[in-house]
């Protein structure tokens, strides 16, 4: 991805328009619906705006992801390790086989690459 790409993503990810993506299937309470777009796609790696409404969740990931959040906030804790607070204007890398919880307390919009 260059540069001129990243920025356009992060100048438009604040208004962009999303799709719907249907619910979360990492969520483990109520359904939280989820919206996105996809800017860059590669096989299994992808870069895009991704928005979610409240609520619990779990995560195994298999890719690595990199985040900065536009709005919203949530709590992020690794199995076994310490809860960290993510909200906007926050940056986050999650490495390939990071498992724990995300619980998203105000609807969280972000930027992503996956990779």
């Known amino acids: 991805m260059t540069a001129a790409v990243l920025t356009t993503v992060l100048a438009q990810a604040a208004d962009a328009e999303l799709e719907d993506w249907g619910p979360l299937e990492e969520a483990t309470g109520d359904?939280?619906?989820?919206?996105?777009?996809?800017?860059?796609?590669?096989?299994?790696?992808?870069?895009?705006?991704w928005q979610c409404a409240p609520g619990p969740s779990?995560?195994?990931?298999?890719?690595?992801?990199?985040?900065?959040?536009?709005?919203?906030r949530m709590t992020v804790t690794p199995d076994g390790g310490e809860p960290s607070d993510v909200g906007?204007?926050?940056?986050?890398?999650?490495?390939?086989?990071?498992?724990g919880t995300w619980v998203i307390h105000e609807t969280l919009r972000k930027a992503y690459a996956m990779f």
């Open 31 to 49: 359904p939280m619906a989820t919206h996105g777009v996809e800017v860059w796609v590669d096989g299994d790696k992808s870069a895009g705006i």
């Open 88 to 99: 906007a204007g926050d940056l986050a890398v999650f490495p390939v086989g990071w498992t």
């Open 58 to 72: 779990h995560w195994t990931l298999e890719v690595n992801e990199m985040i900065y959040v536009v709005s919203g």
